[in-house]
């Protein structure tokens, strides 16, 4: 079993920053990759973040490149997600995913215009 929790979101101006950061516990050394989505209420859950925990290697959908940034700790067991240039459009709930498989509670990110 792994534990996921979510902690960092909050409202923000457009043009603003926010570092989610996802703290996993329990078997963690099983884990494959660490990833963030995001939904807003009524549609489809949506990639946004990928790192891989054997060589760091990170893949980002298109929205996210250039503006978000998708990092780990070891030492704490953290996965974060810088965002900066954030756009209304971004307003959603984040979470983070241990293999697709161990999902977080979710944090909720609100970009104001």
């Known amino acids: 079993q792994v534990q996921l929790v979510e902690s960092g979101g909050g409202l923000v101006q457009a043009g603003g920053s926010l570092r989610l950061s996802c703290a996993a516990s329990g078997r963690t050394l099983s884990v494959a990759a660490m990833r963030w989505f995001r939904q807003v209420p009524g549609k489809e859950r949506e990639f946004v973040a990928n790192?891989?925990?054997?060589?760091?290697?990170?893949y980002y959908a298109d929205f996210a490149k250039g503006r978000f940034t998708i990092s780990r700790d070891n030492a704490k067991n953290t996965v974060y997600l810088q965002m900066n240039s954030l756009k209304p459009e971004d307003t959603a709930d984040y979470y983070c995913?241990?293999?697709?498989?161990?999902w977080g509670q979710g944090t909720q990110v609100t970009v104001s215009s």
């Open positions: 790192i891989r925990l054997d060589n760091n290697s990170t």
């Open positions: 995913t241990a293999d697709d498989f161990y």
